[in-house]
């Protein structure tokens, strides 16, 4: 199974569909913000700064980037043409804020623009994180700040007892949804390699125990098995209601670290 998200653009409308509207409620999620917003803290932008969000989805991420730096421009690219649409359309009126289409492996920018570059829950979901790394570097100015936040996807479980139905739900996102799930831990070598200095990294859990955080992950992993013939239509169905009767009821369990690390360019 490849990961849909490695090539939005040619998975199913109902997927796509899918993939939208869970990267938006992630991204407003309670359980999600304090990973942005300890990321966005540590930030030094310098006044009439300029911000890159790279892999930027429908942009839920980098609306509240460019609320928190109304004096920054700030950038999404994303080479979903179906997602970066929703981007635009969701966008509101917000003057510092654009969105276009863009590979992060070849970026259509100048050398040193950026004095942010961010990868949010991009780099596990490619089969080579090193040109996008690249090009993220080279887009920032000497002393620029790159960001990247992961999942560590090979940590994730929502299964609460040994043979947990939800559990093995779980398993079949990252097996069919993640293309690095181990990503996390090959960070630090990986922008070493591209020369920039890590200055901060850190792990938060995202623990989701109510509300509807997780349930893209069910309706992602439900929606792949159907389409591989892996389990009928009812079985997924089952699936998503026994997240919800769970979300009701106080017994949700769904756990996922994420990682992230800034890194500096050095001064020329
Ligand atoms: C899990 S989504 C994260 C979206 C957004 N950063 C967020 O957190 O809401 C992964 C994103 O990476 C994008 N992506 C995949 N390959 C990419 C590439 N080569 N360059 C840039 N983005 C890429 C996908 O299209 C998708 O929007």
């Known amino acids: 199974m490849s990961d849909p998200f490695e090539n939005v653009d040619a998975a199913s409308p109902q997927m796509i569909d899918i993939i939208a509207a869970g990267l938006e409620?992630?991204?407003?999620?309670?359980?999600?913000?304090?990973?942005?917003?300890?990321?966005?803290?540590?930030?030094?932008?310098?006044?009439?700064?300029?911000?890159?969000?790279?892999?930027?989805?429908?942009?839920?991420?980098?609306?509240?980037?460019?609320?928190?730096?109304p004096a920054a421009s700030v950038m999404g690219l994303e080479p979903s043409a179906a997602l970066t649409q929703k981007a635009i359309d969701l966008a509101g009126d917000r003057p510092n804020l654009t969105f276009s289409v863009g590979d992060g492996a070849a970026l259509d920018l100048e050398d040193a623009v950026a004095d942010v570059a961010i990868l949010h829950t991009v780099l596990s979901h490619v089969s080579n994180p090193e040109p996008l790394i690249a090009e993220a570097v080279r887009i920032l100015r000497p002393?620029?700040?790159?960001?990247?936040?992961?999942?560590?996807?090979?940590?994730?479980?929502?299964?609460?007892?040994?043979?947990?139905?939800?559990?093995?739900?779980?398993?079949?996102?990252?097996?069919?949804?993640?293309?690095?799930?181990?990503?996390?831990?090959?960070?630090?070598?990986?922008?070493?390699?591209?020369?920039?200095?890590?200055?901060?990294?850190?792990?938060?859990?995202?623990?989701?125990?109510?509300?509807?955080?997780?349930?893209?992950?069910?309706?992602?992993?439900?929606?792949?098995?159907?389409?591989?013939?892996?389990?009928?239509?009812?079985?997924?169905?089952?699936?998503?209601?026994e997240y919800l009767r769970r979300a009701e009821a106080g017994t949700l369990y769904s756990f996922l670290p994420f990682v992230t690390l800034l890194a500096t360019k050095p001064s020329a």
């Not at 300890?38 to 892999?55: H, K, M, Q, R």
């Not at 990503?183 to 901060?200: R, T």
């Not at 938060?204 to 992993?221: E, F, K, P, W, Y």
Request: some cysteine.
């Open 25 to 69: 409620t992630r991204a407003a999620d309670e359980d999600m913000l304090p990973v942005i917003d300890e990321y966005l803290g540590l930030l030094n932008l310098p006044e009439g700064g300029c911000i890159v969000d790279i892999g930027s989805g429908t942009g839920g991420i980098t609306r509240r980037i460019a609320d928190r730096f």
């Open 143 to 241: 002393g620029g700040t790159l960001v990247i936040c992961d999942a560590d996807f090979s940590k994730a479980m929502m299964g609460i007892v040994p043979g947990d139905p939800l559990g093995s739900c779980c398993e079949a996102f990252v097996a069919g949804s993640v293309t690095d799930p181990w990503l996390a831990g090959k960070l630090k070598p990986l922008v070493g390699k591209a020369g920039v200095s890590v200055s901060h990294f850190s792990v938060r859990n995202r623990v989701v125990t109510s509300g509807m955080g997780a349930l893209a992950l069910v309706r992602m992993s439900g929606a792949r098995l159907v389409a591989d013939g892996v389990i009928g239509q009812p079985l997924a169905d089952a699936l998503e209601a």
